[in-house]
């Protein structure tokens, strides 16, 4: 699988925005960007994905580097309920060679600041 | 409504001993997975059944065997326990074809081997 580069961590106050950085310099063509956040002794959960253009959806933002080897995850005004792990995760669109596993990184552990 | 649900939510038991767990998800989906969180917070895959087939077997102990009855329950049973095996073992479940392939997760199984 490729290999997804996060920090291990970030700080934010709450109420600003927050970027997550994501290096995947390997990525394949066939491979989605994947984004999972892991709160306080919960299950991951679903944030975004995308795989050439920029997302949107009602939790976040993602912003794809035109030649894919970058992503950033965007929190538009982080709240306290925001801090956990977030997992950058490349997915292959090909199942066979998957079966569309999610391979888990270390993950970026963001920490928001009331 | 809890999509994905798992029992028990703690499990305390002693070296040697069978235990099992159970996990139910009502989304209708056709692939379950079974992952592992140990001590270091690193998720790593375990199984993965589709349509109650073996699709993904990682390297695991064969002391780990996985039952799948129907499409909505994926179980792992694990036999002779040893103290590595403590950690969260989390359930996930899909709809293959659904967007992005999301994975749903469940709440995770606290195992203490002592």
């Known amino acids: 699988d490729a290999k997804t580069t996060q920090p291990n961590s970030m700080e934010s106050n709450e109420e600003e925005p927050v970027h997550l950085p994501c290096n995947h310099s390997?990525?394949?063509?066939?491979?989605?960007i994947h984004w999972y956040r892991q709160l306080p002794s919960q299950g991951p959960e679903y944030v975004i994905h995308?795989?050439?253009s920029n997302v949107n959806n009602r939790m976040a933002s993602l912003a794809i580097a035109e030649d894919r080897k970058s992503s950033t995850l965007i929190l538009h005004r982080a709240t306290l309920r925001d801090a956990a792990v977030y997992y950058c995760?490349?997915?292959?669109?090909?199942?066979?060679?998957?079966?569309?596993?999610?391979?888990f990184g270390e993950g970026t552990q963001l920490t928001v600041n009331p | 409504d809890t999509a994905v649900s798992q029992t028990p939510k703690y499990l305390v038991t002693q070296m040697g001993n069978d235990k099992s767990i159970k996990c139910e998800q009502n989304?209708?989906?056709?692939?379950m997975y079974w992952y592992k969180q140990d001590s270091k917070k690193f998720l790593k895959i375990m199984f993965s059944?589709?349509?109650?087939?073996?699709?993904i077997n990682e390297t695991v102990p064969n002391r780990f065997s996985p039952k799948s009855p129907d499409k909505a329950h994926l179980n792992l049973h694990i036999n002779s326990l040893e103290l590595g095996d403590s950690a969260v073992y989390f359930c996930?479940?899909?709809?293959?074809?659904?967007?992005?392939?999301?994975?749903?997760f469940g709440p995770g199984t606290r195992l203490l081997v002592l």
């Open positions: 989304l209708g989906h056709d692939t």
């Open positions: 059944y589709n349509n109650k087939e073996l699709i």
């Open positions: 996930a479940s899909r709809r293959t074809g659904g967007v992005g392939e999301t994975q749903y």
């Open positions: 995760i490349l997915r292959s669109q090909i199942p066979e060679t998957s079966g569309s596993r999610l391979t």
């Open positions: 995308g795989l050439t």
């Open positions: 390997t990525i394949s063509g066939t491979d989605y």
